[in-house]
């Protein structure tokens, strides 16, 4: 396991919050545009995301709607850009304007989408208002970005092979795996795995309902992950007396990601943390991600980042915040050309070397 917790963070010493430092950054909004992007990784998996592209000053700004839900992209595409978003803000204010407009032309399919569209207009208009002032995200937090570590997450199919994973060593030799293991993993497979020494993960998705990755909370196959892969972390658990007994003696290794919207679900936690997922678009906007950062700094739990299938500049947006945040944990950011069916002949390898492009909140892919 690596990843350790970062540094202390100003707040913690007394100092300015890191969402202050953004705050009140000015904003000026003349409009907006939507752009859908489209990638189909699997039969069974068709992503959608909607890129929001907000205008002022001569500058533009970007961020990407990973919502899972085809049908909300297109809804939210078809309306157009609706919204009463033009005026002076700073970044603060603007967030809460786009809270109170609310921005589905209609509910979605699952409310958490909502966090996941707040997320992608805040990003825009921090893009834009660094861009307004000629300044980069790592110059106004004060941090240097620096190489960011990641993994490849992967799901092996049903039945389970190692293609999935082999097809991406071929391309990348040195690549390090966050796994999806399934009831359906025998000892042969397993035993693979620990031949190849590649799983610094392994995510068991116990703590999702009603999606097309939902896994039962299996004892038998937690134990054999848990005794196969002793030095991986073990995301997201589900709970219940006989995963528990199982998981016993093994919690400093257990991080959470789905249940995990801001500071509060980390303090709601049975067992304090070494380490969590975080995913800037799960927390639901600018201000939530950075106090989650803040608290974490504080109270020495550490932090590696999460990606959902980015396909746009959302991508870039999480690798630098991991350059910044947590560039040396096993964060699941990686390019998206990891993510297709067939990757290309050169994947590129970890640690992606530092690369803030210009003014603002971006990063290329």
């Not at 953004?22 to 189909?40: H, I, K, M």
């Not at 786009?98 to 399919?109: D, M």
């Not at 990348?172 to 610094?200: C, I, M, Y």
């Not at 947590?326 to 994947?347: E, F, G, I, T």
Request: glycine share 10%; proline share 11%; charged share 20%.
């Amino acid at each position: 396991m690596s990843g350790e917790p970062p540094g202390t963070s100003e707040q913690a010493r007394g100092g300015t919050s890191t969402w202050a430092r953004l705050a009140e950054l000015p904003l000026t909004v003349q409009g907006y545009e939507l752009e859908g992007l489209e990638q189909e990784f699997s039969s069974e998996f068709q992503r959608k995301t909607t890129v929001i592209r907000l205008r002022g000053a001569g500058e533009e700004g970007v961020g990407e709607d990973v919502t899972y839900t085809p049908a909300d992209h297109e809804r939210l595409q078809g309306a157009g850009p609706t919204l009463a978003l033009a005026g002076n803000f700073t970044v603060g204010s603007f967030a809460a304007h786009v809270r109170a407009l609310g921005t589905f032309p209609s509910p979605p399919e699952r409310p958490e989408f909502q966090l996941y569209r707040d997320w992608a207009f805040d990003a825009a208009a921090l893009d834009l208002a660094l861009r307004q002032a000629g300044a980069s995200l790592h110059e106004v937090l004060g941090r240097e970005p620096r190489g960011v570590r990641f993994v490849a997450s992967l799901r092996l199919g049903e039945p389970p092979t190692l293609d999935p994973l082999r097809r991406r060593l071929e391309r990348a030799p040195n690549a390090r795996f966050k796994l999806d293991p399934t009831p359906s993993w025998n000892d042969w497979l397993v035993e693979q795995l620990v031949a190849l020494g590649v799983v610094d993960s392994v995510d068991l998705k116990g703590q999702y309902e009603g999606t097309i990755v939902d896994n039962p909370g299996d004892p038998g196959l937690y134990e054999r992950v848990i005794e196969a892969f002793p030095h991986a972390w073990i995301e997201d658990p589900k709970l219940t007396p006989d995963t528990e007994a199982v998981l016993r003696g093994h919690w400093e290794r257990v991080t959470w990601d789905a249940p995990i919207h801001g500071v509060a679900d980390i303090e709601a936690l049975a067992v304090k943390p070494r380490m969590i997922n975080i995913k800037p678009s799960r927390l639901g906007g600018l201000r939530s991600l950075l106090d989650t950062y803040d608290h974490c700094a504080a109270h020495g739990i550490g932090c590696y980042g999460g990606g959902q299938s980015e396909l746009g500049p959302g991508r870039g947006q999480i690798q630098y915040l991991a350059s910044l945040f947590h560039p040396d944990a096993p964060n699941d950011v990686a390019p998206s050309d990891y993510n297709l069916p067939q990757p290309p002949p050169h994947l590129p390898p970890s640690p992606l070397p530092p690369a803030p492009d210009g003014p603002g909140f971006r990063w290329p892919t």
